[in-house]
């Protein structure tokens, strides 16, 4: 199984407010395949967040390597990593960040128009992922027209909408009800059949962890395996 993303003995360390180094992650080594889901679980504050923004570019290492796709991001000019962000990568975080002043529809195209897609192919694209998603009677309502649940479900729509290679969820129902958080961990649960993607989740919660493929604990600033830890759902 090929890696879509890879991170090869990466390390991330931070200043301290007296100037000491805060090392967050140590040596951590982590290879997701094709359409494969994993769950990174660990204690607030272990790292889990800095991992996903290390896995998306958003941030570099102290040390190590991710490689996506087959490339290094290191390597990689500012322009070309903008690219593979917005092309090849899928975000999805504890708070939607829709924008406003744009229908869940406009939303969704957003990336898309943004890597140049024409405006008519968006909006097809655009409508038919929001519809799998079940939102169809909600393409021209604005996010504050929207369910907590509802706008969740669209951001994971802009997420996919551009058939990213791989889709990295923080934390994303942590601010939902039970119930919303429920229907969302079955959409995420759908991406892999739905959209072919592979899907990296740090998360709190078991119900979201036990439908992963993979379950890892962050801790001491490396991966290791849950064994079995998680009722697996599927």
């Known amino acids: 199984m090929s890696a879509v993303v890879e991170a090869r003995s990466i390390g991330k360390t931070y200043v301290g407010g007296d100037g000491s180094p805060i090392t967050i992650l140590a040596g951590l080594n982590l290879a997701v395949g094709a359409a494969e889901s994993v769950a990174i679980v660990g204690a607030s504050g272990a790292g889990k967040s800095s991992l996903l923004h290390l896995l998306g570019a958003l941030d570099s290492p102290s040390s190590g390597e991710v490689w996506i796709e087959g490339r290094e991001v290191a390597k990689l000019s500012v322009e070309a990593r903008a690219r593979l962000r917005n092309e090849r990568i899928g975000f999805v975080f504890q708070f939607h960040h ?14 898309l128009v943004i890597g140049g897609t024409p405006e008519a192919e968006a909006r097809d694209r655009a409508t038919e992922v929001l519809g799998r998603l079940g939102l169809t009677p909600r393409l021209s309502h604005y996010p504050t027209q929207l369910s907590g649940g509802e706008q969740q479900r669209v951001a994971v729509a802009r997420a996919v909408a551009p ?4 889709v990295l969820a923080d934390e994303p ?28 989740v740090a ?7 036990g439908r992963a493929d993979r379950v890892l604990r962050l801790e001491g600033g490396r991966l290791t395996d849950t064994m079995g830890e998680f009722e697996v759902r599927r």
Do not use: C, I, K, W
């Not at 829709?98 to 990336?111: G, H, I, K």
């Not at 429920?182 to 993607?197: C, G, K, N, P, Y």
């Open 163 to 166: 058939a990213p290679a791989v």
């Open 173 to 200: 129902s942590g601010n939902l009800d039970p119930a919303n958080a429920r229907t969302l961990h079955e959409v995420l649960a759908q991406l892999r059949d739905e959209f072919d993607t592979a899907l990296v």
């Open 203 to 209: 998360t709190h919660n078991a119900d979201l962890a």
């Open 98 to 111: 829709l924008l406003r002043d744009f229908t869940a529809l406009e939303n969704v195209m957003m990336p």
